[in-house]
């Protein structure tokens, strides 16, 4: 619990420090958005190993707040992916190691264990799921040219 609470407040203090610093004075909204993006990656990236073992257990209590907490961020990346501008694609700007993670993070919140359990949610939010199902795919794809780098490929 502490390293997780840990992990929650880096993340507040890596975006805090990136919304306030004076480091983006003079870009545009959407350029100080898609200078976000990496970060964001980065820091989803941390819970990996978090996604691989959910995905091999059957809901339970713990798991779906995992899950919960996975659908908020890919949500986030989803919107910070919108509001950057017409036809940006955050592929071009993240690494294929950090590219591998949200890969990871999407098969688990594609598993059908545990979205079946949450079909109105998942109604409700069909956009989501269509755009990460494209986007689980395409990191699917871009993962898998870099296999050799890569300690936990996406499958």
Known sequence: M???LNKCITLCLVISFGI???CTKGLSTSEQIKSQIP???AVIGLDEKIY???SKEQPNHLTKK???GAVAKAMLLQRLEFDSGEGYELEKEVKVKSI???CLMANFILLDSYRIPYQAQVNSYSDFYSWLSKKQLK?????SKEKDIID????
């Open 2 to 4: 502490n390293g997780r």
């Open 100 to 102: 591998n993670s949200l």
């Open 39 to 41: 970060m964001t990656v």
């Open 152 to 155: 936990r490929p996406c499958k």
């Open 66 to 68: 995992v899950y919960d």
């Open 139 to 143: 990191w699917k794809m871009l993962s």
């Open 52 to 54: 691989i073992e959910a």
């Open 20 to 22: 306030f610093s004076g």
